[in-house]
């Protein structure tokens, strides 16, 4: 099974079936502890930043990946 850091951003339609079973297991196992599933069907973590500034450039850094996968358009 491929790792996950190998895998692209897609948009994923309503009418696909979310991820679940052993490959959520799988995929999950490569996350770090404090990301949790919602609804079955959600990936959630919450982030904590000690000054503004640093808030801004990590929602910076998600952005350029987000760019670069493609992900608004």
């Not at 490959?23 to 949790?36: G, I, P, R, V």
């Not at 069907?41 to 493609?70: G, Q, Y």
């Amino acid at each position: 099974m491929t790792h996950l850091s190998e895998k692209r951003c897609r948009v994923v339609d309503q009418d696909e079936e979310a991820m679940e079973g052993d490959d959520l297991t799988h995929y999950m196992a490569q996350l770090e502890s404090e990301w949790e599933i919602i609804d079955d069907n959600r990936l959630s973590r919450v982030f904590h930043f000690a000054k503004h500034s640093e808030a801004v450039d990590f929602v910076d850094k998600i952005s350029e990946v987000a760019m670069k996968e493609d992900h608004y358009s």
